[in-house]
């Protein structure tokens, strides 16, 4: 007997009609994705990986090895050149316009962070809300009262609360990362994607703006995809830490209670996991 012979006998048919859509577990699934700026040398290799919703998946590796493209081809900015890429049920691509509407559920902080400086705290945050106001409204400056509400919360959320006003060339590096934040926050996405978001900062801070990102992913379910240069503290944030080395991903981990735990079968023994992760002491 069928599957769908099977359901329909065990489930009343009322089941069938209510359905209207699908979630998946897996939010971003990469298979086998090759990706290259110039068709002639390639970025990325064979980069295979499935990341849960409602995760924090780290993404680790040196300058140059390919971190930020991956960020780049998860929403749509860059197209791969072999392989599939596909972020609840889509294939990212900004040039097409389905999914171009759904990319509003997608916030991105890049590494300049891409703040206006010379406009304020509010008006920075409130500009994550274009996708529902509209760009011409942006413009000239008409947000909805709900929409200013929503925006002085979030800034409270993140811990800049009586600084809405401040132009935001006045504030320090962390608080800029706050901000910048906030604004991918104001977009109500379902995934956040961070590109070294905590390079350049010392360890304190660093750790605040994590834990930040930690509460914001439990309160609001978010799936966060983000970018590290420090091994130590991916791994003490995400669930899973994959390493990229020269465009090719050599290593997956996480850890569970006090133990390592490998989830990709590679080529490399515990001695150089244990070597690869020591040699990134703080």
């Given at each position: 007997?069928?599957?769908?012979?099977?359901?329909?006998?065990?489930?009343?048919?009322?089941?069938?009609?209510?359905?209207?859509?699908?979630?998946?577990?897996?939010?971003?699934?990469?298979?086998?994705?090759?990706?290259?700026?110039?068709?002639?040398?390639?970025?990325?290799?064979?980069?295979?990986?499935?990341?849960?919703?409602?995760?924090?998946?780290?993404?680790?590796?040196?300058?140059?090895?390919?971190?930020?493209?991956?960020?780049?081809?998860?929403?749509?900015?860059?197209?791969?050149?072999?392989?599939?890429?596909?972020?609840?049920?889509?294939?990212?691509?900004?040039n097409n316009k389905e999914f171009k509407r759904?990319?509003?559920?997608?916030?991105?902080?890049?590494?300049?962070?891409?703040?206006?400086?010379?406009?304020?705290?509010?008006?920075?945050?409130?500009?994550?809300?274009?996708?529902?106001?509209?760009?011409?409204?942006?413009?000239?400056?008409?947000?909805?009262?709900?929409?200013?509400?929503?925006?002085?919360?979030?800034?409270?959320?993140?811990?800049?609360?009586?600084?809405?006003?401040?132009?935001?060339?006045?504030?320090?590096?962390?608080?800029?990362?706050?901000?910048?934040?906030?604004?991918?926050?104001?977009?109500?996405?379902?995934?956040?994607?961070?590109?070294?978001?905590?390079?350049?900062?010392?360890?304190?801070?660093?750790?605040?703006?994590?834990?930040?990102?930690?509460?914001?992913?439990?309160?609001?379910?978010?799936?966060?995809?983000?970018?590290?240069?420090?091994?130590?503290?991916?791994?003490?944030?995400?669930?899973?830490?994959?390493?990229?080395?020269?465009?090719?991903?050599?290593?997956?981990?996480?850890?569970?209670?006090?133990?390592?735990?490998?989830?990709?079968?590679?080529?490399?023994?515990?001695?150089?996991?244990?070597?690869?992760?020591?040699?990134?002491?703080?």
């Amino acid at each position: 007997m069928s599957f769908n012979k099977l359901a329909k006998q065990l489930l009343p048919t009322h089941f069938f009609s209510n359905l209207s859509t699908i979630s998946t577990k897996t939010l971003i699934q990469m298979n086998n994705v090759w990706a290259s700026y110039d068709a002639k040398n390639y970025s990325l290799k064979e980069i295979t990986l499935s990341i849960e919703r409602g995760t924090n998946y780290a993404i680790v590796g040196q300058s140059g090895s390919g971190k930020s493209t991956l960020l780049k081809l998860i929403n749509g900015m860059m197209i791969p050149s072999k392989g599939q890429i596909k972020v609840d049920y889509q294939t990212p691509n900004i040039n097409n316009k389905e999914f171009k509407r759904a990319m509003s559920k997608i916030g991105y902080i890049p590494q300049s962070l891409g703040l206006v400086k010379n406009i304020t705290v509010l008006e920075n945050v409130l500009i994550g809300s274009l996708p529902r106001i509209g760009k011409l409204n942006s413009l000239l400056k008409k947000f909805p009262e709900s929409e200013i509400q929503e925006a002085e919360k979030i800034i409270k959320l993140v811990g800049l609360g009586g600084k809405s006003e401040r132009k935001t060339y006045m504030l320090s590096g962390g608080e800029k990362r706050r901000v910048a934040i906030a604004r991918a926050l104001m977009q109500k996405p379902i995934l956040l994607l961070a590109d070294e978001i905590v390079s350049e900062l010392d360890q304190v801070t660093a750790r605040e703006i994590m834990d930040l990102v930690a509460d914001a992913q439990q309160r609001l379910n978010l799936t966060a995809v983000m970018v590290h240069h420090d091994m130590h503290l991916a791994l003490e944030y995400a669930n899973r830490v994959a390493v990229i080395k020269e465009g090719q991903k050599i290593l997956e981990i996480g850890i569970e209670g006090d133990k390592i735990i490998d989830f990709q079968s590679g080529n490399m023994s515990q001695q150089e996991i244990m070597e690869l992760y020591n040699s990134n002491e703080p």
